[in-house]
């Protein structure tokens, strides 16, 4: 299988902050990487697919990027409805990964 | 709209059975591979299982193979996961999530809790 690591596990940050999440793959996965947001108590989001993709409806301020083994999202201007965890999910063959997750608090 | 409502979920010994359903409503049922993945309380999401257009094709992360099936009923839009042998650490929200060609995840249910536990 395929593992995911995410880091940092935690990110402390402002309103109105850049935020950059790493998610490194452990073998080559192209471009088949998603993104979630999932706030408590509520079913995980889908943010970005096939690593740079923006789902319909999520805000242009997040962003992603990368190919082969190194991912990234950004968050360009940090919002207050943007405290949440996100988390990477590689999906390159029929059996699935996540990163652990970043946690993204109030600073 | 686009529905996933899981149900099933609740308290079971260790060593016991559980069967969960998701119920799918608002879009064709039978044009979407399907999906499980549940999160330990206070823990990261993990994919279980998914299953494609027929359900003849399965596949299950590690340690629940042997243990979980993944079925779905196309003429009544459900998802099923069969649960035996249940463990402490299989307690976790199950989630059912519809699968867009590729892999990833586009809509997901509310979840339903099991418990593992004497």
């Known amino acids: 299988d395929t593992q995911m690591t995410q880091s940092p596990s935690t990110l402390s940050a402002s309103v109105g902050d850049r935020v950059t999440i790493t998610c490194r793959a452990g073998q080559t996965i192209g471009t088949r990487l998603a993104w979630y947001q999932q706030k408590p108590g509520k079913a995980p989001k889908l943010l970005i697919y096939k690593a740079s993709s923006l789902e319909s409806g999520v805000p242009s301020r997040f962003s992603g990027s990368g190919s082969g083994t190194e991912f990234t999202l950004t968050i360009s201007s940090l919002q207050p409805d943007d405290f949440a965890t996100y988390y990477c999910?590689?999906?390159?063959?029929?059996?699935?990964?996540f990163g652990q997750g970043t946690k993204v608090d109030i600073k | 709209e686009v529905q996933l409502v899981e149900s099933g979920g609740g308290l079971v010994q260790p060593g016991g059975p559980l069967t969960l359903s998701c119920a799918a409503s608002g879009f064709t049922f039978t044009k979407y591979w399907l999906s499980w993945v549940r999160q330990a309380p206070g823990k990261g999401l993990e994919w279980v299982a998914n299953i494609n257009l027929g359900g003849t094709e399965k596949n299950y992360v590690d340690s629940v193979k042997g243990r979980f099936i993944v079925s779905r009923d196309n003429a009544e839009n459900s998802l099923y996961l069969q649960m035996n042998s249940l463990r402490a650490d299989d307690t976790a929200i199950y989630y059912c999530?519809?699968?867009?060609?590729?892999?990833?995840?586009?809509?997901w249910g509310q979840g339903t809790l099991v418990t593992v536990s004497s």
């Open positions: 999910q590689q999906y390159n063959s029929y059996s699935w990964t």
């Open positions: 999530a519809r699968v867009l060609p590729d892999g990833f995840m586009d809509y």
